[in-house]
């Protein structure tokens, strides 16, 4: 029988019929094994942005024989959109692997789960944010 609101316990069903957890051992291979999944989820997202970021064209600078047309901005190469498609694809796979095994309804899921999107995004994705860090070099403030 699937509980239908959260409980603690060791005996777990996660996302298929074969992934059972019986014991304290198995049930902390299972939790260890959601906590890698969540931080392998902020490492591919990583890579998304690393991909697109790469593919990013600088605009071109307008010529004098270019019609006065303002640009949208910079263009993202076919290839980098392909790789930052296939990506999300597979991100959004895991992420709704992951909200499914949220819905066996077990704490130490969950928990697993959301300390193992801490961990990667401090692994991974915290340095998007290092770029927005201002230093003031005037000693007075």
């Known amino acids: 029988m699937m509980h239908m609101t959260f409980y603690w316990g060791t005996k ?31 490492f591919m997202e990583d890579r998304r942005l690393s991909f697109l970021a790469m593919g990013i064209k600088p605009e071109a600078q307008p010529s004098i024989n270019t019609p006065f047309i303002p640009r949208t901005g910079p263009r993202v190469t076919r290839p980098a959109r392909f790789a930052t498609s296939v990506l999300f694809g597979v991100n959004s796979f895991i992420a709704y692997m992951l909200m499914l095994a949220v819905m066996s309804f077990n704490w130490g899921v969950l928990i697993a789960i959301v300390l193992g999107f801490c961990v990667g995004y401090f ?3 915290a340095k998007e944010y290092e770029a927005l860090i201002i230093e003031d070099t005037c000693a007075c403030s």
């Not at 957890?21 to 890698?36: A, D, G, K, N, R």
């Open 12 to 42: 777990v069903t996660i996302l298929f019929n074969w992934w059972k957890t019986e014991s304290w051992p198995s049930y902390t291979i299972s939790l260890l094994v959601c906590f890698i999944i969540a931080a392998f989820y902020q």
């Open 123 to 125: 692994l991974f994705r």
